[in-house]
């Protein structure tokens, strides 16, 4: 179909900053929740990754906070670099019996300011 | 690591003309996807199977095919392109189970004209 020019959300930061990126996720029985970055030009990446039965996790320089009763998961970067900028999406699991989709959010894009 | 591998970066192809795009992956996977991916819309899924064999529609399969001959080999097939099929297009690849996320391909940016 025909793109209508809808802009993905921007979060602009300065170097060495934090920075929280924010995603509402859709089925309260999603049990797993993902974060991709994607740079220009190039296919998803897996960051990190959350089960519903947490409600945080760490990674080197990111951290995911998952709050279930609001269905809000969230992405923080510390000490954020020039490379870190890119599009960043969540991505909630669906289970189908043993197998299960991933429904993914539409994206923010995240602008690093040197 | 996981390899998920499309056989083209850039394609331009003729509206009315047939279009393969070709995903491999190495790691013995039984889930493959295809979505397409467009600004302002995200991630859309057109096809996805679990099995040799076995295809099942996502949301957007209109104007679409796939076959799934081989377990590692995942073909996503345009029967007469047309130009709102232009699009980057995405391959994924994931291990059967609840708690794996999916292994992409660097993506293949078609443009019918």
């Known amino acids: 179909g025909e793109n209508v020019g809808l802009h993905l959300p921007t979060l602009s930061v300065q170097e060495g900053d934090n920075s929280i990126i924010n995603c509402a996720y859709s089925?309260?029985?999603?049990?797993?929740f993902i974060w991709y970055k994607q740079e220009s030009g190039k296919g998803p990446q897996f960051i990190i990754d959350?089960?519903?039965?947490?409600d945080k996790r760490q990674g080197q320089r990111v951290t995911v906070l998952l709050n279930k009763t609001v269905k809000h998961l969230s992405l923080q970067i510390a000490a954020t670099q020039p490379g870190d900028s890119a599009v960043y999406f969540c991505?909630?699991?669906?289970?189908?019996?043993?197998?299960?989709?991933?429904?993914f959010g539409k994206g923010t894009k995240l602008s690093v300011k040197p | 690591d996981v390899k998920v591998t499309q056989s083209s970066r850039y394609l331009v192809k003729r509206t009315g003309e047939k279009v393969f795009l070709e995903c491999v992956q190495d790691?013995?996977?039984?889930?493959m996807f295809w979505y397409r991916q467009d600004p302002g819309l995200g991630l859309r899924l057109i096809y996805f199977?679990?099995?040799?064999?076995?295809?099942e529609k996502g949301d957007i399969p209109e104007g679409y095919s796939v076959s799934r001959e081989k377990k590692e080999r995942f073909s996503l097939i345009l029967e007469s392109a047309s130009t709102n099929q232009t699009s980057m297009y995405l391959c994924?690849?994931?291990?059967?189970?609840?708690?794996?996320?999916?292994?992409f391909g660097s993506g293949t940016r078609l443009t019918v004209v």
């Open positions: 994924a690849s994931r291990a059967p189970g609840e708690y794996y996320g999916y292994t």
């Open positions: 089925n309260s029985a999603s049990d797993y």
């Open positions: 959350i089960r519903s039965n947490m």
């Open positions: 991505a909630e699991n669906i289970s189908r019996g043993s197998q299960g989709n991933l429904i």
């Open positions: 790691m013995d996977h039984e889930n």
């Open positions: 199977s679990y099995d040799v064999k076995m295809k």
